[in-house]
């Protein structure tokens, strides 16, 4: 799948510019600023709050042109992530406004090209874009996605992403770090006292079923009313690297069910550096058990709630993708023109 990137999710790898700040748990062990780290002096850190983003070669900038033409040739739409080693709607200082002036002319030049932005600020995401902003026509190869690793910035992040017009909307989950459930996000008070969710992989709000007699009951659990917005994709992945977090196969498994339900999208990206031990039995020194409650490590099972789930650190290509004996690599079908 990937020509000129790694990622297993996409053709082409673009970065704009170069630098970032971590903003959460899931940058803790950011491989793009160890990876950054080895080519500069200390002095020269294009990471964190002080620290100037530096735009990159006007080769580099001609490349996605190159990739267009190649999609063109070959009748087909490739994928470009931008970026792996800055975010697109950062908006630190260091960031000319013409550099983001001239990232969207480059998309509008290449509509052969699904561009993949990314971005752990999504709140960001409306006053950066062009405007008008004609995500149907002009800019239907725009994918717009957010970060998300566990619950709390899916309760924060995801209603900021939905409330975006986009072609695509897609999360990259990864290092996922903890259980989601993006069918019910806190949305607030609709009517009276009522708890109000969203489900993101369906567009609707819902409140539990007798709390509101108006149109839309479906059926016995919940009462919809439709959004616009929705998660078309939803990319799911363990963390890799020497200091790589594991990530509870239950975790991964409802991500899934939850998408396949409600018809969304669903890529496993990866374990990670963790293997779930079901084969590797006996365990070894180093193995964690991951136990029902979330939980790892040592512990009674009875206490924990039954038996869980061991892993064991044996690196990213022995730990593979295969989730449930399969490889999940979906990806939306969107039309264009």
Known sequence: MAENSNI?????????????????????????????ARGLQQSETRWGTHSARTRTSAANWRKPLSWNRAAAKAGERHRVFCASLADVFDNHPS??????????????????????????????????????FDFDRLYSNVWLGCTVVNQAEADRDIPKLLAVAAKVRFLSMEPLLAPVDLTSLPYGEVIGNAPTYQDALRGKLWMPAGSWDGPGFTDRDRTYVDLCG????????????????????GWARSLRDQCQAAGATFHFKQWGEWAWAEKLLPLQAGDITYWPDGTFGSGNANDKGGAGWSMRKVGKKAAGRLLDGRTWDEMPKVRHG
């Open 8 to 36: 297993e999710w996409t053709h082409h790898t673009f970065n704009p510019w170069i630098g970032c700040q971590k903003v959460g748990p899931g940058c803790d062990h950011c491989y793009a600023e160890a990876w950054d």
């Open 95 to 132: 960031i000319l406004p013409e550099w983001r002036a001239d990232l969207w002319r480059l998309i509008e030049a290449t509509p052969n090209l699904d561009w993949m932005l990314l971005t752990k600020r999504p709140g960001n995401i409306a006053d950066m874009l062009p405007v008008p």
């Open 230 to 249: 929705m998660i078309h994709l939803v990319i799911v992945g363990g963390e890799s690297g020497p200091e790589a977090r594991p990530m509870h196969p």
